[in-house]
């Protein structure tokens, strides 16, 4: 079993909907976990921290579930500048991050 | 404000030859991680430097591969006698603290 597992997707929603994905963990003492954004041909780039308590940012609401050991992206009002590879990244005990493969997302007019 | 600067951005080398990667951190982090990403896949890990401490080389995939990093600075990886597999965006990262990483641009490789 991977360490982080996503969905890779595609998802593809319009413009203006409201989508989630999830990743899960295996390591149940893992204790940081992120989010990134990575578009086609470039490097990740750190999207938010995900807290116990959740989190949001603007459009972006990170959540946090240890008892199942699943974090959550949510996406609001979707924008076609969303569109982008979301990568799941957990710190599972080991010094450096574990990334998921992704899930790609299409915003689509 | 400088981020982290790799070299070169694209190497076309043939199978068998040696190639060095480089990667500049952000002044003053002291954790860098070099990953790679082969088309259409996750990043793998594979090694981290953090301060003086003895590397976490355990994502290195085979002992033709190997990194160095200078005075806490710039780091080297290193993959000798090239194989085909090889052929992935090399990516680095810093971080002030060994949580989260900024990335730099990457170096796309190709081993024909």
């Known amino acids: 079993r991977k360490e982080v597992e996503q969905d890779p997707g595609p998802f593809n929603v319009p413009e203006g909907a409201t989508v989630a994905f999830n990743c899960t963990y295996s390591?149940?003492?893992?204790?940081?976990f992120f989010w990134y954004r990575q578009d086609c041909r470039k490097e990740p780039k750190l999207l938010m921290s995900?807290?116990?308590s959740g989190n949001e940012d603007g459009r972006f609401t990170a959540q946090l579930n240890r008892a199942s050991q699943y974090i959550s992206l949510l996406i609001r009002d979707s924008k076609l500048s969303d569109s982008a590879t979301y990568l799941c990244?957990?710190?599972?005990?080991?010094?450096?991050?574990?990334f998921g493969s992704g899930t790609r997302l299409q915003v689509q007019p | 404000g400088a981020g982290v600067s790799q070299s070169p951005s694209n190497k076309v080398t043939e199978k068998g030859k040696d190639v060095e990667l480089r990667c500049d951190p952000i002044s003053g982090h002291t954790a860098l991680y070099w990953y790679r990403q082969s088309l259409g896949q996750g990043l793998e890990f594979l090694i981290y430097?953090?301060?003086?401490?003895?590397?976490?080389k355990s994502g290195l995939p085979s002992d033709r591969f190997s990194a160095e990093r200078t005075g806490g600075s710039v780091s080297t990886l290193t993959i000798q006698r090239t194989q085909q597999e090889d052929s992935a965006v090399y990516l680095c990262?810093?971080?002030?603290?060994?949580?989260?990483?900024?990335f730099g641009p990457g170096t796309r490789l190709t081993v024909l």
């Open positions: 390591n149940s003492a893992s204790q940081s």
């Open positions: 990262a810093s971080s002030p603290q060994y949580l989260l990483g900024f």
């Open positions: 995900v807290y116990s």
């Open positions: 430097f953090q301060g003086n401490s003895a590397p976490d």
């Open positions: 990244v957990v710190n599972t005990g080991r010094r450096a991050l574990t």
